[in-house]
């Protein structure tokens, strides 16, 4: 039997405090090199597809694959699935709405490495910007006030509806373009479909952070090359972040990245330890993730009976 596990079934079994130690603990675990291939092609019509083979950890008898179409024009804009796998015979355990898993698993890892990276919180907290307010910003705002507080909120989004949604569900304010939340915010968040730096170096400063979610295929671009080069830079993986990330956007080669989030977790690389220095996070995404967050929400499923079961065999 299968588990067929939709947007509100898991959103009944999730919550950010054991997603966020699910990917720690993954980080820590998936010390070796990348196992697993993201596929991605243009389509003839106005989106993209992509997959994500397989996601495995160590310790977890399971595996997914992961299915997604990205078309910037709709809403929402990804949608797909992903199948979660027996690692003992290969019975299909589950099958996971994808759009969820996805912004879960990229809001909640980008929320750790922001948390890690942005320097130790202060008191009164720090001023927090986001832009572009979708599902991957939502998360990443969430999964960060588990770990840290902030004492004021701004935001900004290409649709001012959007964006006037997401400031009044977190008690932000509004700002009018990118690079007036860079003026005043210590922390910012990046989740868009930019296809252009919306930021670069003059519009940022010293002992700044900047997390960003944009650019996880060719094509996409959030931040200038020089932002990057003159920031302390950590991706998830280096070799991907040259090929369609961050690097490959700004034409920068592997080695401009100085450390992954897993070697900062597990102490290889002691992170910033400057506080006047510029940190940058700009993770592309890794096909462990996906696995992390589906085996979570599988066996929380599973112990609950929530979502429905059939029988593709019959």
């Given at each position: 039997?299968?588990?067929?596990?939709?947007?509100?079934?898991?959103?009944?079994?999730?919550?950010?405090?054991?997603?966020?130690?699910?990917?720690?603990?993954?980080?820590?675990?998936?010390?070796?090199?990348?196992?697993?291939?993201?596929?991605?092609?243009?389509?003839?019509?106005?989106?993209?597809?992509?997959?994500?083979?397989?996601?495995?950890?160590?310790?977890?008898?399971?595996?997914?694959?992961?299915?997604?179409?990205?078309?910037?024009?709709?809403?929402?804009?990804?949608?797909?699935?992903?199948?979660?796998?027996?690692?003992h015979?290969?019975?299909?355990?589950?099958?996971?709405?994808?759009?969820?898993?996805?912004?879960?698993?990229?809001?909640?890892?980008?929320?750790?490495?922001?948390?890690?990276?942005?320097g130790?919180?202060?008191?009164?907290?720090?001023v927090?910007?986001?832009?572009?307010?979708g599902?991957?910003?939502?998360?990443?705002?969430?999964?960060?006030?588990?770990?840290?507080?902030?004492?004021?909120?701004?935001?900004?989004?290409?649709?001012p509806?959007?964006?006037?949604?997401?400031?009044?569900?977190?008690?932000?304010?509004?700002?009018?373009s990118?690079?007036?939340?860079?003026?005043?915010?210590?922390?910012?968040?990046?989740?868009?479909?930019?296809?252009?730096?919306?930021?670069?170096?003059?519009?940022?400063?010293?002992?700044?952070?900047?997390?960003?979610?944009?650019?996880?295929?060719?094509?996409?671009?959030e931040?200038?090359?020089?932002?990057?080069?003159?920031a302390l830079?950590?991706?998830?993986d280096?070799?991907?972040?040259?090929?369609?990330?961050a690097?490959a956007?700004?034409?920068?080669?592997?080695?401009?990245?100085e450390?992954?989030?897993?070697?900062?977790?597990?102490?290889?690389?002691?992170?910033?330890?400057?506080?006047?220095?510029?940190?940058?996070?700009?993770?592309?995404?890794l096909p462990?993730?996906?696995?992390?967050?589906?085996?979570?929400?599988?066996?929380?499923?599973?112990?609950?009976?929530?979502?429905?079961?059939?029988?593709?065999?019959s």
């Amino acid at each position: 039997m299968t588990r067929l596990l939709t947007r509100s079934d898991l959103q009944a079994v999730l919550e950010p405090v054991s997603c966020i130690g699910a990917l720690r603990d993954g980080f820590l675990a998936a010390a070796s090199p990348t196992v697993g291939q993201r596929v991605r092609t243009d389509l003839p019509f106005p989106g993209t597809a992509t997959a994500l083979i397989p996601g495995v950890l160590p310790g977890v008898e399971a595996y997914t694959v992961k299915v997604n179409a990205k078309f910037p024009g709709a809403r929402p804009a990804l949608r797909g699935v992903i199948c979660l796998h027996s690692g003992h015979d290969g019975e299909l355990l589950a099958l996971l709405d994808s759009a969820t898993v996805t912004a879960w698993r990229t809001g909640l890892a980008a929320a750790l490495g922001t948390h890690l990276l942005a320097g130790p919180a202060s008191a009164e907290g720090a001023v927090l910007g986001v832009i572009g307010a979708g599902a991957q910003a939502e998360l990443m705002v969430r999964g960060l006030g588990t770990l840290r507080r902030h004492r004021e909120l701004v935001v900004h989004d290409a649709d001012p509806n959007r964006a006037n949604a997401f400031a009044a569900r977190h008690g932000g304010r509004l700002l009018g373009s990118a690079a007036e939340v860079a003026a005043v915010a210590d922390i910012v968040l990046m989740a868009t479909w930019s296809r252009a730096p919306l930021l670069r170096l003059a519009d940022t400063r010293p002992g700044q952070h900047v997390t960003s979610l944009g650019a996880d295929e060719p094509g996409k671009q959030e931040l200038s090359a020089d932002v990057l080069e003159s920031a302390l830079l950590v991706v998830d993986d280096r070799e991907l972040a040259a090929s369609m990330g961050a690097l490959a956007a700004a034409g920068l080669p592997a080695s401009a990245a100085e450390a992954t989030l897993g070697e900062v977790l597990r102490g290889d690389h002691p992170g910033r330890t400057d506080a006047t220095a510029r940190s940058v996070y700009a993770p592309v995404g890794l096909p462990w993730q996906d696995l992390a967050l589906a085996w979570l929400a599988y066996r929380q499923a599973e112990q609950h009976d929530l979502g429905q079961r059939i029988d593709l065999l019959s």
